[in-house]
């Protein structure tokens, strides 16, 4: 046989069997004594392929499990990404985002800088992020997250939200007036909304706005409403959440919810040289003055709570108070609330629970940085009030809505200050990321589900307190106050504490809640199929009020 020729298929067989072993091993492994020894392989019996073991049915169902948990996640239909028209309304970009980038003189970025920023979410490269140019030592907070992917729950991209009000609408306007507001209260204490004439001007100006979507009363705002979220419960009882105010049992230790704050009228940027140089990205020209440990019982207090807080830490802190009531606070469909012999830990025990409100703020943050960055990339309150000074000042023609103008909180900011800039908490000002939508409130929507979907929103919360002025002591509460109405109020208080601060709109943290309770619910979706035991699935009260069961 010429070795360059194609063997036929005679030529083929006539090797094969020569050599018996290699044709058993080429035909499928079997052997010479399995092929009876007869001449010609007569009497050929097939070896039967051996069953899996245990590892590889185990090793297969895994895969199953993460492969229907993909699909799953594929098949969502894909959303659309409204967004409102100010980026491509403005040709000096007024109405967008700039901070950290270099501005001009009166406070406007530079074109070109700001199309180079908008150039690196279209090419998506490192080296056109790097190219992004920024007019002072602050950068750009961890744009590239927005690209981040992740293997559980869903895509970040694929949540979507509303478009975010316009600059030159009245929705926006009425937002900045009660953002000045909570500015011009924030010294107040909480117990004193009642009967404080600062608190009874805010609510009035509030109610009389054209287009102001907070909490109301009877068609207007009041003392008991002002400056909350509006969320189911909220409203009963104090204004901060008991999980902000009671003893933490951690580990072998137990912390006092005492926390460092700032001195009254410790106010930042007012003037006009000291905002521009912190819309360049400049470094602080100011420090706080540091006061405290009080418990929160202001709304400075609150804003610097949410100042130095990290990512999931309300949330974490309200897990192990919940974990403390034992047995009795668990959720209705928890299943170890009906088995007798054991108790839950790595499945739905503290180890369950305290991993799942971790890893859902950091999925509940790429989602919050996608629409930030690549989709609304909405200006802060400290820009907007610098436009409001400078129609004020310089007659400049920009679209502020007259309800801010005609705004009774406004004289008082122009009295106190000289200027109609907003007065911030934080000496920094502002974070070098977008506005729309809120971290902190995208975080407590997603940690604050998670919590819900473990425990029963009925259980009334034993020995319920309150701060007094001062924040010096925590005073009974005579009320009934129920884990689900204390765990949306604490979302509440954690982004909207950020509005305090001058940071956020309203809007960025209604919109940010809706967002964060969304990932949860599709990350405990994915969860619901890993655990072995009996369990109807986790059921929790939305922020909407409707009820539902994952």
Same mark, same amino acid.
């Given at each position: ?201 805010? /609510? %009035?100006?509030?109610?009389?706005? &054209? ?6 009363? +009877? *068609?207007? !705002? $009041?003392? #008991? ?102 047995? /009795? %606070?668990?959720?209705?469909?928890? &299943? ?6 054991? +108790? *839950?830990? !790595? $499945?739905? #025990? ?102 819900? /979907? ?97």
């Amino acid at each position: 046989m010429n070795p360059d020729s194609p063997a036929t298929p005679l030529q083929r067989r006539s090797f094969l069997s020569t050599m018996p072993a290699l044709g058993a091993i080429l035909a499928g492994g079997v052997t010479v004594a399995e092929a009876g020894g007869a001449a010609g392989g007569k009497g050929v019996r097939r070896r039967r392929p051996a069953p899996p073991s245990a590892a590889e049915v185990r090793r297969t169902h895994a895969y199953n499990k993460r492969l229907a948990a993909a699909i799953q996640q594929r098949n969502v239909p894909l959303p659309a990404h409204p967004v409102n028209p100010d980026e491509t309304l403005y040709p000096n970009f007024i109405g967008s985002f700039s901070k950290a980038l270099p501005h001009n003189s009166v406070g406007e970025v530079d074109g070109n800088a700001y199309r180079l920023y908008q150039q690196a979410f279209v090419a998506k490269t490192q080296a056109a992020f790097n190219a992004i140019p920024i007019g002072g030592v602050a950068r750009l907070a961890n744009p590239q997250a927005s690209l981040a992917f992740s293997i559980e729950g869903g895509d970040s991209h694929h949540f979507t939200m509303p478009a975010a009000p316009a600059l030159a609408s009245a929705w926006t306007a009425g937002e900045m007036v009660e953002v000045y507001w909570r500015a011009w209260t924030r010294d107040v204490p909480f117990t004193d909304y009642g009967t404080s004439p600062a608190i009874a001007a805010a /609510a %009035a100006d509030l109610s009389g706005l &054209p287009d102001f979507r907070g909490p109301k009363d +009877g *068609g207007a !705002v $009041t003392p #008991g409403t002002i400056f909350r979220g509006g969320l189911p419960g909220e409203e009963t009882g104090p204004f901060v959440s008991q999980f902000l105010w009671k003893d933490i049992p951690f580990g072998a230790m137990t912390i006092t919810q005492r926390y460092r704050t700032t001195a009254e009228n410790d106010n930042h940027a007012t003037t006009f040289a000291h905002w521009l140089h912190l819309q360049n990205g400049g470094a602080p020209l100011t420090s706080a003055t540091p006061d405290g440990p009080f418990y929160i019982a202001s709304g400075r207090d609150l804003a610097e709570y949410v100042h130095y807080d990290f990512s999931y830490q309300a949330f974490l802190n309200a897990a192990l108070i919940l974990l403390s009531y034992g047995g /009795a %606070a668990l959720d209705e469909n928890h &299943p170890y609330r009906s088995i007798s012999n054991q +108790g *839950g830990f !790595v $499945t739905f #025990g503290a180890a369950h629970l305290l991993d799942l409100v971790a890893r859902v703020a950091n999925e509940a943050l790429k989602a919050a940085w996608y629409q930030k960055w690549l989709v609304h990339r909405r200006l802060r309150p400290e820009a907007y009030a610098g436009l409001v000074h400078r129609v004020i000042e310089d007659n400049a023609a920009y679209p502020v809505h007259e309800s801010v103008l005609d705004s009774a909180v406004l004289p008082l900011i122009q009295g106190a200050y000289g200027t109609s800039l907003l007065p911030l908490a934080y000496p920094e000002g502002c974070p070098t990321h977008p506005a729309y939508p809120g971290g902190h409130a995208t975080i407590s929507g997603a940690c604050v589900t998670v919590l819900k /979907a473990f425990f029963k929103e009925s259980f009334e919360i034993p020995a319920p307190v309150q701060a007094d002025a001062l924040g010096d002591q925590l005073l009974a509460y005579p009320g009934a106050l129920t884990v689900g109405g204390e765990l949306n109020k604490l979302a509440s208080n954690v982004g909207y504490g950020r509005d305090t601060a001058g940071v956020h709109w309203r809007s960025d943290e209604s919109t940010a809640l809706a967002l964060g309770e969304e990932v949860a619910i599709r990350l405990l979706r994915d969860h619901k199929t890993l655990t072995h035991e009996s369990f109807a699935g986790f059921s929790l009260t939305k922020f909407d009020g409707t009820t539902i069961t994952i």
